[in-house]
């Protein structure tokens, strides 16, 4: 699958498609954890009726339909991201291809890649432009062909808890703005790059996220990061932390408190996957999971005492304040 480019540019060679395996740290890893938390979530979700793993917008309203805060959620991050008819626009991350279905709906030309095998194969049936890639990884053929870049929940796996202990997180951080920087054609109006990330108030040690949930205290802020790690794979930025990683490339122009809408998604997922598991259809699914759970034992494992067990996953957006912050925002290019 090549990119198609604008009729004024000669066609580009086709993109180097790197499979997901552990790679070299100082530029990062495409972590065999977060492939394999995907390749369970990539099962489990969909056969639970949840075609998108990121936060829906409520808006105030706790009772709006999730299908509506999803499909609202796309909308307004395609118009922060400057997107219209004729918009080419890059979804780092892209899931199942919500934000590239929306974006085609605009007229716009998008293209999404993911670590993820089994999100490249159902997105490909739905007739979507999705490549396996890791934005790490993308060769110079990619510089300049969009006017917008989406990473909608995806940052959260660019940075590993190795790499915060020996301190690469901020290079990590600096080397996704340069790559987003040169990804986007510098004559084009919009030149956007659209965040959606969860981050901490204050940074936490590492070291913890890196040691088993064993040993802490059952229920305690250390516990639930470690379950998260093992389950997820990934580190979070500290609030401003990416802000002054962007500079020089990005200039940041707005920024959204999403957490209440993201713990209500999260609520609307607990109660959904545990519905669908404990009703007649449950047992197809755990049938038909069988060889998710084969091929990724640990993994799957690992999943589901996070987020069924201990509920590790919601906890993060609980309470005042609560122990994480999901922050939308739109980064302005900086020539």
């Given at each position: ?19 997901p ?20 979530l ?17 808006e ?35 899931g ?30 739905a ?51 340069a ?49 998260l790690t093992?389950?997820f ?11 002054a ?19 209500l ?32 034992p640990v ?5 589901f ?31």
């Amino acid at each position: 699958m090549t990119i198609n480019n604008p009729p004024t540019r000669p066609a580009e060679p086709r993109p180097h498609r790197v499979v997901p395996e552990a790679r070299r740290s100082g530029r990062g890893l495409t972590a065999p954890r977060v492939v394999a938390c995907y390749s369970v979530l990539d099962y489990f979700m969909p056969a639970c009726g949840f075609d998108d793993l990121t936060d829906g917008m409520f808006e105030g309203d706790p009772h709006r339909p999730y299908e509506a805060t999803q499909a609202r959620q796309a909308q307004v991050l395609l118009d922060r991201a400057g997107c219209g008819p004729g918009s080419r626009v890059l979804d780092i991350g892209c899931g199942y291809g919500r934000i590239l279905k929306a974006a085609a709906a605009r007229g716009a030309r998008a293209w999404g890649i993911t670590v993820s095998p089994e999100q490249v194969t159902r997105g490909r049936r739905a007739g979507l432009e999705v490549e396996l890639q890791d934005y790490k990884h993308l060769g110079r053929e990619w510089d300049e062909r969009f006017d917008a870049v989406i990473a909608n929940g995806s940052i959260e796996h660019f940075v590993q808890p190795a790499d915060a202990t020996a301190g690469r997180d901020d290079r990590i951080y600096r080397h996704m703005f340069a790559t987003v920087h040169r990804l986007l054609d510098p004559c084009s109006q919009a030149g956007r790059f659209v965040t959606t990330v969860i981050h901490v108030p204050r940074r936490p040690d590492p070291n913890d996220w890196l040691r088993p949930p064993s040993d802490f205290p059952w229920g305690s802020g250390q516990f639930h990061f470690a379950r998260l790690t093992q389950a997820f794979g990934g580190w979070y930025p500290v609030r401003g932390q990416l802000e002054a990683c962007a500079q020089g490339y990005f200039t940041l122009v707005h920024e959204e408190d999403g957490t209440e809408d993201y713990r209500l998604t999260s609520e609307a997922w607990l109660a959904g996957v545990r519905r669908r598991l404990r009703s007649v259809r449950g047992l197809g699914v755990w049938l038909r999971a069988l060889p998710v759970a084969v091929r990724h034992p640990v993994a799957t494992a690992r999943m589901f005492r996070c987020q069924l067990g201990s509920e590790s996953w919601n906890w993060q957006f609980h309470g005042d304040p609560a122990p994480t912050l999901l922050l939308r925002q739109t980064w302005q290019r900086v020539n």
